[in-house]
């Protein structure tokens, strides 16, 4: 008994930081987004969203549109969208996506460098259930982040502005191996067109219409949100 207890005094924090990362590379983590009007109190209807992750491999799955964002050996990103009902894909290549791309983003919703701006407040908690909480204040903005430090995933995040304050939790995670890559199988089983493919397709009944309803642009970062709208590619944080 007394070399098991001098063998577990040699289990340093670093090591246990480790093997908690290690555990949770194959993740599956459900979030809810919800919009407050501050003025009016009023409240939007809540969206949800899964992260799914191995290694390389990131998806930001939501009730129709799958966001994948996949690690190259050169470390570039490479996307890709898959729309559900339809069982389709659009490819992109890393040069065809605007913006620098920054894989800690893509990989656990918030970027490690803008974790290194804000200020840690408090901890709690140990081993993987250690929770660090921070916060930010960026002129009228104020950020508040509760950051599972050894899992590298958000447990929520707070964005207060004068008019709106949108919050981000983690409803739900778990960590099985063979789901999530089993998840990633079956969107990798779709039929996908490349983006640069795309106006010798424009025939293609699905193509035509994801054109028509602006989800597709030439010149474009290729992503966009549930209206059309064309975003800048990846989070603002």
Known sequence: ??????SLAFITPLASAAQCDLDSQYVQAHYQVSNQQTTTNALTKDQQFTLWRTPHQVAEQ????VE?????RNQQIRPIRYFQAQQRGIEYQPTEVHGQQDWSTKYQLVSDNFIAKMTLTNE????C???????????DTKIELAWLVNKKLISSMRISKPQLTQTLSLVSVHFDKADVLQQFAN???YQTTDYADIGDNESDPF???M????FIEHGASGFYDANGKALSGGHSH
Do not use: F, P
Request: hydrophobic share 40%.
């Open 207 to 209: 193509l035509a219409k």
């Open 187 to 189: 969107w990798d089983s």
């Open 129 to 139: 259930e250690r929770l660090q909480n921070y916060q930010l204040v960026q002129g």
């Open 68 to 72: 994948v964002w996949q690690q190259l």
């Open 62 to 65: 939501g009730h129709e549109l």
């Open 211 to 214: 054109i028509n309803l602006g």
């Open 1 to 6: 008994m007394k070399k098991l207890i001098a």
């Open 124 to 127: 709690q908690g140990e081993g």
